[in-house]
Protein backbone atom coordinates (compact mmCIF):
# COMPACT_ATOMS: atom_id res chain seq x y z
CA UNK A 1 0.00 0.00 0.00
CA UNK A 2 2.88 2.82 1.05
CA UNK A 3 4.58 1.66 -2.28
CA UNK A 4 1.62 2.34 -4.38
CA UNK A 5 1.26 6.01 -2.48
CA UNK A 6 4.86 6.15 -3.05
CA UNK A 7 4.33 5.77 -6.98
CA UNK A 8 1.06 7.97 -6.97
CA UNK A 9 3.05 10.97 -5.45
CA UNK A 10 5.90 10.45 -7.99
CA UNK A 11 2.86 11.12 -10.88
CA UNK A 12 3.06 14.69 -11.91
CA UNK A 13 -0.29 16.47 -11.06
CA UNK A 14 0.14 17.52 -15.00
CA UNK A 15 -0.29 14.51 -16.18
CA UNK A 16 -3.30 13.58 -13.94
CA UNK A 17 -4.60 16.52 -15.71
CA UNK A 18 -3.93 15.83 -19.21
CA UNK A 19 -7.23 13.84 -20.31
CA UNK A 20 -9.56 16.73 -19.05
CA UNK A 21 -8.24 19.77 -20.32
CA UNK A 22 -7.82 21.35 -23.61
CA UNK A 23 -5.17 24.36 -23.73
CA UNK A 24 -6.28 28.21 -25.26
CA UNK A 25 -3.09 28.29 -27.07
CA UNK A 26 -3.88 32.04 -27.90
CA UNK A 27 -5.21 33.64 -24.80
CA UNK A 28 -1.66 32.10 -22.93
CA UNK A 29 0.31 33.69 -26.07
CA UNK A 30 -1.57 36.94 -25.00
CA UNK A 31 -0.77 36.29 -21.42
CA UNK A 32 2.34 35.57 -22.08
CA UNK A 33 2.99 38.57 -23.70
CA UNK A 34 1.18 40.65 -20.89
CA UNK A 35 3.51 39.24 -18.50
CA UNK A 36 6.54 39.97 -20.57
CA UNK A 37 5.27 43.41 -20.54
CA UNK A 38 5.37 43.96 -16.93
CA UNK A 39 8.42 43.13 -16.34
CA UNK A 40 9.85 44.54 -19.11
CA UNK A 41 8.56 48.05 -17.74
CA UNK A 42 9.55 47.25 -14.33
CA UNK A 43 13.11 46.65 -15.84
CA UNK A 44 12.68 50.40 -17.17
CA UNK A 45 10.96 51.82 -14.35
CA UNK A 46 13.24 50.70 -11.91
CA UNK A 47 17.11 49.83 -13.53
CA UNK A 48 17.03 51.23 -16.97
CA UNK A 49 20.84 51.33 -18.30
CA UNK A 50 21.59 48.81 -15.54
CA UNK A 51 22.66 45.43 -16.49
CA UNK A 52 19.82 43.63 -14.12
CA UNK A 53 16.39 44.59 -12.23
CA UNK A 54 16.37 43.77 -8.42
CA UNK A 55 12.42 43.89 -8.23
CA UNK A 56 12.29 44.13 -4.43
CA UNK A 57 14.88 46.62 -3.60
CA UNK A 58 13.25 48.69 -6.78
CA UNK A 59 16.70 49.13 -8.05
CA UNK A 60 19.39 48.19 -10.72
CA UNK A 61 22.46 45.88 -10.87
CA UNK A 62 25.86 45.50 -12.75
CA UNK A 63 27.69 42.67 -13.08
CA UNK A 64 30.97 44.46 -13.31
CA UNK A 65 30.11 48.23 -11.49
CA UNK A 66 29.02 49.36 -15.03
CA UNK A 67 26.63 48.28 -17.31
CA UNK A 68 27.20 45.96 -20.33
CA UNK A 69 22.97 46.50 -21.25
CA UNK A 70 22.51 43.14 -20.30
CA UNK A 71 19.13 43.05 -20.21
CA UNK A 72 17.90 45.43 -22.89
CA UNK A 73 20.42 43.22 -25.38
CA UNK A 74 19.62 40.37 -24.37
CA UNK A 75 15.17 41.10 -24.15
CA UNK A 76 15.69 42.74 -27.95
CA UNK A 77 14.95 39.55 -29.75
CA UNK A 78 12.43 39.08 -27.41
CA UNK A 79 10.67 42.43 -28.20
CA UNK A 80 10.56 41.21 -31.76
CA UNK A 81 9.07 37.99 -31.53
CA UNK A 82 6.51 38.69 -29.51
CA UNK A 83 5.37 41.95 -31.47
CA UNK A 84 6.50 44.82 -29.55
CA UNK A 85 7.39 46.31 -32.59
CA UNK A 86 7.24 49.84 -31.94
CA UNK A 87 9.30 49.63 -28.34
CA UNK A 88 11.82 47.07 -30.14
CA UNK A 89 12.80 49.61 -32.35
CA UNK A 90 13.70 52.80 -29.89
CA UNK A 91 15.84 49.98 -27.98
CA UNK A 92 17.69 48.69 -30.75
CA UNK A 93 18.40 52.73 -31.38
CA UNK A 94 19.12 52.94 -27.58
CA UNK A 95 21.64 50.03 -27.63
CA UNK A 96 23.57 51.26 -30.80
CA UNK A 97 23.92 54.57 -29.69
CA UNK A 98 24.47 53.63 -26.20
CA UNK A 99 26.65 51.06 -25.62
CA UNK A 100 30.51 50.94 -26.01
CA UNK A 101 32.78 47.72 -25.28
CA UNK A 102 35.60 50.06 -24.51
CA UNK A 103 35.42 49.47 -20.61
CA UNK A 104 38.29 48.40 -18.02
CA UNK A 105 36.51 45.31 -16.78
CA UNK A 106 37.42 41.72 -16.73
CA UNK A 107 34.17 39.90 -18.29
CA UNK A 108 33.51 36.33 -18.13
CA UNK A 109 33.63 35.12 -22.21
CA UNK A 110 30.99 32.87 -21.73
CA UNK A 111 28.46 34.79 -20.25
CA UNK A 112 28.80 37.82 -22.38
CA UNK A 113 29.05 35.72 -25.60
CA UNK A 114 25.54 33.87 -24.99
CA UNK A 115 23.74 36.71 -23.52
CA UNK A 116 25.20 40.08 -25.29
CA UNK A 117 26.80 38.07 -28.63
CA UNK A 118 23.49 36.02 -29.36
CA UNK A 119 21.64 39.07 -28.47
CA UNK A 120 22.99 41.01 -31.05
CA UNK A 121 23.84 38.35 -33.68
CA UNK A 122 19.68 37.57 -33.52
CA UNK A 123 18.68 41.29 -33.38
CA UNK A 124 20.65 42.03 -36.36
CA UNK A 125 19.46 39.22 -38.49
CA UNK A 126 16.27 39.86 -37.58
CA UNK A 127 16.41 43.93 -38.47
CA UNK A 128 19.01 44.17 -40.30
CA UNK A 129 20.15 47.02 -38.67
CA UNK A 130 24.32 46.89 -38.79
CA UNK A 131 24.76 48.88 -36.00
CA UNK A 132 24.29 45.74 -34.27
CA UNK A 133 26.18 43.42 -35.72
CA UNK A 134 28.97 45.90 -35.65
CA UNK A 135 28.72 45.88 -31.72
CA UNK A 136 28.63 42.02 -31.84
CA UNK A 137 32.28 41.96 -33.95
CA UNK A 138 33.49 44.75 -31.86
CA UNK A 139 32.78 42.73 -28.42
CA UNK A 140 34.21 39.29 -30.50
CA UNK A 141 37.20 41.32 -31.05
CA UNK A 142 38.04 42.10 -27.46
CA UNK A 143 37.02 38.63 -26.47
CA UNK A 144 39.69 36.77 -28.92
CA UNK A 145 42.98 36.99 -26.88
CA UNK A 146 41.16 34.36 -24.58
CA UNK A 147 41.89 32.00 -26.73
CA UNK A 148 45.39 32.66 -26.69
CA UNK A 149 46.57 30.02 -23.99
CA UNK A 150 48.82 26.50 -24.41
CA UNK A 151 46.22 24.42 -25.31
CA UNK A 152 43.81 26.88 -27.36
CA UNK A 153 41.16 26.47 -24.77
CA UNK A 154 39.74 29.91 -24.16
CA UNK A 155 40.78 31.69 -20.86
CA UNK A 156 37.40 32.14 -18.85
CA UNK A 157 37.71 36.31 -18.06
CA UNK A 158 39.30 38.82 -20.65
CA UNK A 159 39.91 42.41 -19.93
CA UNK A 160 37.50 44.39 -22.83
CA UNK A 161 39.84 47.26 -22.69
CA UNK A 162 43.24 45.76 -22.74
CA UNK A 163 42.79 41.98 -23.16
CA UNK A 164 44.30 41.00 -20.04
CA UNK A 165 43.71 37.50 -19.50
CA UNK A 166 42.41 35.44 -15.87
CA UNK A 167 41.45 32.56 -14.89
CA UNK A 168 42.89 29.21 -16.75
CA UNK A 169 40.68 26.87 -14.43
CA UNK A 170 37.62 26.53 -16.75
CA UNK A 171 35.04 23.94 -17.97
CA UNK A 172 33.70 22.04 -20.91
CA UNK A 173 30.22 23.97 -20.80
CA UNK A 174 32.39 27.95 -20.85
CA UNK A 175 35.04 26.67 -23.29
CA UNK A 176 32.70 25.26 -25.94
CA UNK A 177 29.27 27.60 -25.54
CA UNK A 178 30.44 30.35 -28.02
CA UNK A 179 30.67 27.96 -30.97
CA UNK A 180 27.25 29.04 -32.24
CA UNK A 181 27.77 32.69 -31.87
CA UNK A 182 31.31 33.09 -32.95
CA UNK A 183 30.51 30.73 -35.72
CA UNK A 184 27.48 32.49 -36.94
CA UNK A 185 29.77 35.88 -37.02
CA UNK A 186 31.56 34.48 -39.32
CA UNK A 187 29.53 33.16 -41.72
CA UNK A 188 27.96 37.19 -41.38
CA UNK A 189 31.21 39.04 -42.02
CA UNK A 190 32.96 36.38 -43.59
CA UNK A 191 35.84 36.87 -41.41
CA UNK A 192 36.75 32.67 -40.60
CA UNK A 193 38.61 33.66 -37.20
CA UNK A 194 35.63 33.65 -34.71
CA UNK A 195 34.75 29.74 -36.35
CA UNK A 196 38.32 28.39 -36.25
CA UNK A 197 38.98 29.77 -32.27
CA UNK A 198 36.17 28.59 -31.31
CA UNK A 199 36.87 25.32 -33.17
CA UNK A 200 39.65 24.71 -31.89
CA UNK A 201 39.21 25.48 -28.33
CA UNK A 202 36.33 22.50 -28.97
CA UNK A 203 38.81 20.29 -30.64
CA UNK A 204 41.57 20.80 -27.71
CA UNK A 205 38.90 19.88 -25.24
CA UNK A 206 37.46 17.00 -26.75
CA UNK A 207 40.80 15.45 -27.14
CA UNK A 208 41.77 15.37 -23.27
CA UNK A 209 38.55 12.96 -22.93
CA UNK A 210 39.36 9.83 -21.24
CA UNK A 211 38.74 6.28 -22.92
CA UNK A 212 35.61 6.53 -21.76
CA UNK A 213 34.51 9.74 -23.36
CA UNK A 214 32.97 11.05 -20.18
CA UNK A 215 34.32 15.02 -19.71
CA UNK A 216 35.13 16.22 -15.87
CA UNK A 217 33.57 19.21 -14.70
CA UNK A 218 36.81 21.17 -14.65
CA UNK A 219 40.05 22.08 -16.65
CA UNK A 220 42.95 23.77 -16.40
CA UNK A 221 43.36 25.51 -20.24
CA UNK A 222 47.29 26.13 -19.68
CA UNK A 223 47.94 22.52 -18.96
CA UNK A 224 45.20 20.82 -19.90
CA UNK A 225 45.11 18.78 -16.86
CA UNK A 226 41.55 17.55 -15.70
CA UNK A 227 40.55 20.11 -12.18
CA UNK A 228 37.74 18.40 -11.02
CA UNK A 229 36.58 14.53 -11.96
CA UNK A 230 33.34 14.57 -11.37
CA UNK A 231 31.15 13.85 -14.81
CA UNK A 232 27.39 15.08 -15.39
CA UNK A 233 24.72 16.63 -17.94
CA UNK A 234 24.37 19.87 -15.13
CA UNK A 235 26.23 23.35 -14.85
CA UNK A 236 29.79 23.36 -15.72
CA UNK A 237 29.64 20.97 -18.71
CA UNK A 238 25.93 21.25 -20.01
CA UNK A 239 25.92 23.18 -22.74
CA UNK A 240 28.77 21.81 -23.95
CA UNK A 241 26.60 18.90 -25.05
CA UNK A 242 24.05 21.27 -26.61
CA UNK A 243 26.78 23.04 -28.47
CA UNK A 244 28.43 19.57 -30.38
CA UNK A 245 24.73 19.06 -31.34
CA UNK A 246 23.93 22.12 -32.54
CA UNK A 247 26.95 23.47 -33.85
CA UNK A 248 26.81 20.10 -36.34
CA UNK A 249 22.79 20.92 -37.13
CA UNK A 250 23.92 24.72 -37.89
CA UNK A 251 26.98 24.57 -39.52
CA UNK A 252 26.30 21.12 -41.14
CA UNK A 253 30.34 20.02 -39.41
CA UNK A 254 30.95 17.02 -39.47
CA UNK A 255 33.52 17.43 -36.96
CA UNK A 256 31.02 18.11 -34.55
CA UNK A 257 28.37 15.20 -35.11
CA UNK A 258 31.44 12.96 -34.56
CA UNK A 259 31.94 15.10 -31.12
CA UNK A 260 28.31 14.82 -30.46
CA UNK A 261 28.18 10.67 -31.23
CA UNK A 262 30.90 9.67 -29.14
CA UNK A 263 29.70 11.54 -25.86
CA UNK A 264 25.78 10.78 -26.23
CA UNK A 265 27.07 7.38 -26.29
CA UNK A 266 28.84 7.68 -23.19
CA UNK A 267 26.33 9.67 -21.49
CA UNK A 268 23.78 7.08 -22.40
CA UNK A 269 26.03 3.82 -21.13
CA UNK A 270 27.66 5.67 -17.76
CA UNK A 271 25.27 7.84 -16.44
CA UNK A 272 21.79 7.50 -17.74
CA UNK A 273 19.92 5.41 -14.80
CA UNK A 274 15.87 3.98 -14.36
CA UNK A 275 15.11 3.88 -11.17
CA UNK A 276 11.87 3.71 -8.91
CA UNK A 277 11.76 7.81 -9.14
CA UNK A 278 12.14 8.02 -12.91
CA UNK A 279 14.48 7.71 -15.65
CA UNK A 280 17.76 10.35 -15.16
CA UNK A 281 21.14 11.12 -16.09
CA UNK A 282 23.10 11.35 -12.71
CA UNK A 283 26.44 12.32 -11.53
CA UNK A 284 29.40 9.67 -12.11
CA UNK A 285 33.03 9.66 -11.84
CA UNK A 286 34.91 10.65 -14.73
CA UNK A 287 37.31 8.15 -14.66
CA UNK A 288 35.55 4.53 -13.32
CA UNK A 289 31.84 5.67 -14.30
CA UNK A 290 30.58 4.84 -11.43
CA UNK A 291 27.58 6.50 -10.08
CA UNK A 292 28.81 9.45 -6.71
CA UNK A 293 25.83 11.40 -7.07
CA UNK A 294 22.66 10.83 -7.64
CA UNK A 295 21.50 14.23 -8.55
CA UNK A 296 19.80 16.17 -11.29
CA UNK A 297 18.19 19.39 -10.86
CA UNK A 298 16.55 22.50 -12.78
CA UNK A 299 19.96 23.02 -15.20
CA UNK A 300 20.00 19.38 -16.40
CA UNK A 301 16.31 19.89 -17.34
CA UNK A 302 17.48 21.02 -20.60
CA UNK A 303 18.59 17.71 -21.46
CA UNK A 304 15.12 16.59 -23.16
CA UNK A 305 15.45 19.30 -25.59
CA UNK A 306 18.45 18.25 -26.54
CA UNK A 307 17.29 14.51 -26.90
CA UNK A 308 14.48 15.42 -28.83
CA UNK A 309 16.55 17.68 -31.21
CA UNK A 310 18.95 14.65 -31.35
CA UNK A 311 15.79 12.52 -32.57
CA UNK A 312 15.87 10.08 -29.55
CA UNK A 313 12.28 11.07 -28.50
CA UNK A 314 11.74 8.41 -26.48
CA UNK A 315 14.37 8.87 -23.76
CA UNK A 316 13.33 12.71 -24.30
CA UNK A 317 9.53 11.66 -22.88
CA UNK A 318 11.21 9.93 -20.64
CA UNK A 319 13.65 12.53 -18.99
CA UNK A 320 10.28 15.47 -19.39
CA UNK A 321 8.40 13.14 -17.28
CA UNK A 322 10.59 13.08 -14.40
CA UNK A 323 12.19 16.95 -14.79
CA UNK A 324 7.89 17.27 -14.23
CA UNK A 325 8.01 15.25 -11.78
CA UNK A 326 10.58 17.36 -10.04
CA UNK A 327 8.86 20.40 -10.53
CA UNK A 328 5.24 19.32 -8.82
CA UNK A 329 7.50 18.48 -6.15
CA UNK A 330 7.00 21.71 -4.22
CA UNK A 331 5.35 23.32 -7.56
CA UNK A 332 8.52 25.16 -8.57
CA UNK A 333 11.88 23.21 -9.30
CA UNK A 334 14.53 23.30 -6.85
CA UNK A 335 18.24 23.53 -8.29
CA UNK A 336 19.20 20.55 -7.11
CA UNK A 337 17.13 17.59 -6.51
CA UNK A 338 18.78 13.86 -4.74
CA UNK A 339 16.09 11.42 -7.36
CA UNK A 340 16.25 8.24 -5.30
CA UNK A 341 15.45 10.06 -2.06
CA UNK A 342 13.26 12.83 -4.22
CA UNK A 343 14.64 15.18 -1.35
CA UNK A 344 16.35 18.35 -2.00
CA UNK A 345 19.87 18.93 -0.51
CA UNK A 346 20.06 22.19 1.49
CA UNK A 347 22.63 23.40 -1.13
CA UNK A 348 19.95 22.96 -4.06
CA UNK A 349 17.12 24.71 -2.67
CA UNK A 350 16.50 27.41 -4.76
CA UNK A 351 14.63 28.11 -7.91
CA UNK A 352 16.35 31.55 -10.05
CA UNK A 353 13.75 31.54 -12.56
CA UNK A 354 15.49 29.07 -14.68
CA UNK A 355 13.63 28.54 -18.49
CA UNK A 356 15.27 24.47 -19.23
CA UNK A 357 12.53 22.86 -18.51
CA UNK A 358 9.96 24.76 -20.53
CA UNK A 359 12.68 25.13 -23.11
CA UNK A 360 12.41 21.13 -23.23
CA UNK A 361 8.83 21.21 -23.41
CA UNK A 362 8.67 23.65 -26.15
CA UNK A 363 10.78 20.81 -28.15
CA UNK A 364 9.22 17.99 -26.88
CA UNK A 365 5.34 19.91 -28.00
CA UNK A 366 6.70 20.44 -31.54
CA UNK A 367 8.43 17.45 -31.95
CA UNK A 368 5.46 15.13 -30.88
CA UNK A 369 2.77 17.34 -30.88
CA UNK A 370 1.66 15.84 -27.78
CA UNK A 371 -0.81 18.12 -25.81
CA UNK A 372 0.30 16.97 -22.29
CA UNK A 373 3.84 19.16 -22.56
CA UNK A 374 1.19 22.40 -23.18
CA UNK A 375 -1.13 21.36 -20.39
CA UNK A 376 2.49 21.08 -17.99
CA UNK A 377 4.17 24.62 -19.41
CA UNK A 378 0.42 26.40 -18.11
CA UNK A 379 0.74 24.76 -15.16
CA UNK A 380 4.80 25.78 -14.61
CA UNK A 381 3.25 29.09 -16.32
CA UNK A 382 0.77 29.57 -13.33
CA UNK A 383 3.23 28.77 -10.50
CA UNK A 384 6.01 31.09 -12.02
CA UNK A 385 3.40 34.21 -11.96
CA UNK A 386 1.64 32.59 -8.24
CA UNK A 387 5.47 32.67 -6.70
CA UNK A 388 7.40 34.78 -8.53
CA UNK A 389 5.83 37.77 -9.53
CA UNK A 390 6.29 41.05 -7.31
CA UNK A 391 4.31 44.06 -7.70
CA UNK A 392 7.85 45.19 -9.10
CA UNK A 393 8.59 42.53 -11.63
CA UNK A 394 9.76 38.80 -11.38
CA UNK A 395 12.26 37.82 -9.05
CA UNK A 396 14.61 34.65 -8.25
CA UNK A 397 13.23 32.30 -4.79
CA UNK A 398 16.03 31.29 -2.12
CA UNK A 399 13.88 28.40 -1.17
CA UNK A 400 10.92 26.24 -3.03
CA UNK A 401 9.65 24.65 0.10
CA UNK A 402 8.98 28.26 2.04
CA UNK A 403 8.69 29.95 -0.96
CA UNK A 404 10.83 32.67 0.59
CA UNK A 405 11.99 35.88 -1.96
CA UNK A 406 14.91 36.36 -3.48
CA UNK A 407 15.98 39.92 -5.35
CA UNK A 408 16.79 39.47 -9.12
CA UNK A 409 15.23 39.47 -12.48
CA UNK A 410 18.00 37.40 -14.16
CA UNK A 411 17.79 39.00 -18.10
CA UNK A 412 17.52 35.19 -19.09
CA UNK A 413 13.83 35.26 -17.78
CA UNK A 414 12.93 37.74 -20.79
CA UNK A 415 15.37 36.42 -23.17
CA UNK A 416 14.25 32.61 -22.17
CA UNK A 417 11.85 31.80 -19.93
CA UNK A 418 8.87 33.89 -21.26
CA UNK A 419 10.22 33.68 -24.97
CA UNK A 420 9.70 30.09 -24.92
CA UNK A 421 6.54 30.01 -22.71
CA UNK A 422 5.57 32.47 -25.86
CA UNK A 423 6.81 30.41 -28.48
CA UNK A 424 5.20 27.35 -26.86
CA UNK A 425 1.65 28.92 -26.82
CA UNK A 426 1.87 31.33 -29.91
CA UNK A 427 1.46 29.52 -33.43
CA UNK A 428 2.13 32.79 -35.08
CA UNK A 429 5.63 33.33 -34.01
CA UNK A 430 8.12 34.49 -36.79
CA UNK A 431 10.75 31.73 -35.71
CA UNK A 432 10.55 28.42 -34.60
CA UNK A 433 12.48 25.00 -34.78
CA UNK A 434 12.54 24.51 -38.28
CA UNK A 435 13.91 27.51 -39.60
CA UNK A 436 16.07 28.47 -36.47
CA UNK A 437 18.90 27.02 -34.20
CA UNK A 438 18.55 28.37 -30.27
CA UNK A 439 21.71 29.25 -29.05
CA UNK A 440 21.99 28.37 -25.24
CA UNK A 441 20.49 31.89 -24.56
CA UNK A 442 17.71 30.70 -26.69
CA UNK A 443 18.70 33.66 -29.65
CA UNK A 444 17.50 31.90 -32.99
CA UNK A 445 19.81 31.75 -35.21
CA UNK A 446 18.81 31.19 -38.93
CA UNK A 447 20.01 27.74 -40.38
CA UNK A 448 21.26 29.68 -43.63
CA UNK A 449 22.65 32.93 -42.43
CA UNK A 450 21.68 35.90 -44.28
CA UNK A 451 25.12 36.58 -46.37
CA UNK A 452 24.87 32.98 -47.63
C1 LIG B 1 21.28 30.81 -19.10
O1 LIG B 1 22.11 31.90 -19.02
C2 LIG B 1 21.70 29.83 -20.16
O2 LIG B 1 20.63 29.02 -20.50
C3 LIG B 1 22.88 29.01 -19.74
O3 LIG B 1 23.26 28.06 -20.70
C4 LIG B 1 22.58 28.30 -18.45
N1 LIG B 1 22.07 29.18 -17.44
C5 LIG B 1 21.13 30.20 -17.75
C6 LIG B 1 19.70 29.84 -17.47
O4 LIG B 1 19.45 28.99 -16.46
Not at 213 to 230: K, M
Not at 294 to 316: I, M, N, S, W, Y
Request: proline share 4%; aromatic share 12%; charged share 20%.
Amino acid sequence: MIRIILILSFIPFFLIQCKTQHVDRKALAEQVKTEYDFAWQNYKKYAWGSDELKPLSQSGHNWYGQSLQMTPIDALDGLIILGFDTEADSVGEWIAAETSWDKDINVQVFEVTIRLMGGLLTSYQMTGDGQLLDLAVDLADRLLPAFESETGMPYRYVNLKTGALSDPNSNPAEIATLMLEFGTLSRLTQNPVYYQKAKQGIRALFEKRPANDLPGQSINVETGAWTNQRSHIGGMIDSYYEYLLKSWLLFDDADFRHMWDVHITALNSHLAVDTNSGFWYGRVDMHTGNLNAAEFGALEAFFPAVLALAGDTVRARKLMSSCLKMWSLHNLEPEVLNFEEMQIPERGAFYYLRPEIIESLYYLFHFTADEKFLIAAKKIFEDIQKYCRTENGYTIIRDVRSKEKGDLMPSYFLAETLKYLYLLFSDTAPVGLDDYIFTTEAHPLKKAAISE
